[in-house]
């Protein structure tokens, strides 16, 4: 059987970097290939590393000099260490040592160098790899230690509108490089075009490779019962607030994943550190979605569950594109909220069958073009 490298993501705590991560293992495996994800965790070369840490532990510094940043500083400090996040923490360990087929322990570009040679091809993608603020351009992300014909990219994301003026010319370079290129929206897919003059195809990611009843398959219940609606909030800003104020009108239970300061101290939500199996459950049995996360949003319309998507406004570079793009796609933009939406939040149904259709035909067409790299990519070693 012929053997596929992955180069992802693959090691935060984080339900979407866990669950696409699996998902594109899952799919090349349906190809007919045995997947292996390289396990190389350190992603950024030693420089960039501790320039961004100089630059985070200074951030710090600055946020925490107020009474409500000491306050933020102390209940996350406690937050962080208690039973119940040690113990998610431990439950993701636990589901990539079992699930990700992980290769031998990479800790330099080296040592991923050394492994190349038991590989028959390798994929990239997905989740925000090719970011120039996230990997500083990491040749490990462009498979430049594999042969070009052996080189795939699946729906990496860029996750900026423009790669910076440094990096052009070095990402023009390493995209020139591969046999099959795709992207994950459309913004990115121009991006490529534009730097390379070659046609890069728009795919789902992973996660919407595979049906519900897949991922039912892995899904774990968990303690929460009755109707609820659920939070999934990686940041917070003004519109979150007043999303979870219109929410608690009406009644109805508010399950919230903690993540950040503002919904994990919320005396109003019901707190649950969930693992990447009990996360499927609680968005497949959840009344209400609210997410501000890509995969919130993606595994919300995989369940087909009422939701809604906040536009953040809390982080340095827009995240929404990503998010927009996607939803945009199969006719689900009127489920974005920002600050001038969000009065227009509402409890009713959405009509799925219109969605459904085209994100089935988008989901199809991904899967040709990975199982037509594929079989390119693996053919070209053999010839």
């Known amino acids: 059987m012929k053997k596929v490298g992955i180069a992802t993501f693959y090691t935060a705590i984080n339900y979407g970097v866990h669950l696409q991560a699996y998902a594109l293992k899952e799919a090349i495996n349906d190809a007919g290939y045995k997947a292996q994800i390289i396990n190389y965790p350190h992603h950024l070369e030693k420089s960039a590393q501790q ?26 400090k406690k937050f962080r260490a208690s039973e119940a996040e040690n113990n998610k923490k431990k439950a993701f360990r636990a589901f990539s040592k079992e699930k990700f087929n992980l290769s031998e322990y990479c800790d330099t570009l080296s040592d991923v160098e050394k492994i190349k040679t038991d590989l028959d091809a390798c ?17 490990f992300f462009f498979l430049r230690f594999m042969p070009e014909n052996a080189r795939i990219a699946y729906a990496p994301s860029i996750g900026v509108s423009e790669i910076p003026e440094e990096y052009e010319k070095t990402y023009k370079e390493y995209l020139d490089g591969f046999s099959a290129l795709s992207a994950r929206e459309t913004t990115a897919c121009d991006t490529v075009k534009k730097l390379t003059g070659r046609e890069c195809e728009n795919v789902v990611d992973p996660t919407l490779l595979h049906s519900a009843d897949f991922w039912d398959k892995l899904a774990k219940e968990s303690e929460i019962t009755g109707e609820y609606a659920l939070l999934y909030f990686l940041g917070f800003s003004d519109v979150h607030k007043k999303v979870i104020d219109k929410i608690a ?73 990503r998010t927009g793009d996607f939803l945009k796609k199969i006719s689900l933009e009127s489920r974005i909220i920002d600050k001038t939406s969000v009065s227009n939040v509402t409890f009713g149904e959405i009509d799925y069958r219109k969605p459904s259709e085209k994100l089935e035909a988008w989901k199809e067409k991904s899967l040709s073009y990975l199982e037509s790299a594929l079989k390119k990519a693996t053919e070209m070693q053999d010839a």
């Not at 200074?58 to 107020?66: R, S």
Request: aromatic fraction near 14%.
């Open 123 to 139: 994929v990239c993608g997905s989740d925000q790899i090719w970011n120039p603020h996230y990997t500083a351009c990491n040749p």
């Open 249 to 321: 009108q009406t009644g109805i239970k508010i399950v919230n994943i903690p993540i950040c300061y503002e919904t994990a101290s919320d005396k109003r939500l019901t707190q649950i550190h969930a693992s990447i199996e009990e996360f499927l459950s609680l968005v497949k049995n959840a009344k209400y979605v609210f997410t501000d996360s890509f995969h919130g949003a993606a595994f919300a319309v995989n369940y087909k569950k009422n939701f809604y998507s906040v536009n953040r406004s809390d982080t340095k570079y827009s995240l929404n594109s």
């Open 51 to 76: 320039d961004g840490k100089i630059k985070k532990y200074l951030g710090k510094i600055t946020n925490v000099m107020t009474p409500h940043g000491i306050r933020r500083y102390f209940f996350m």
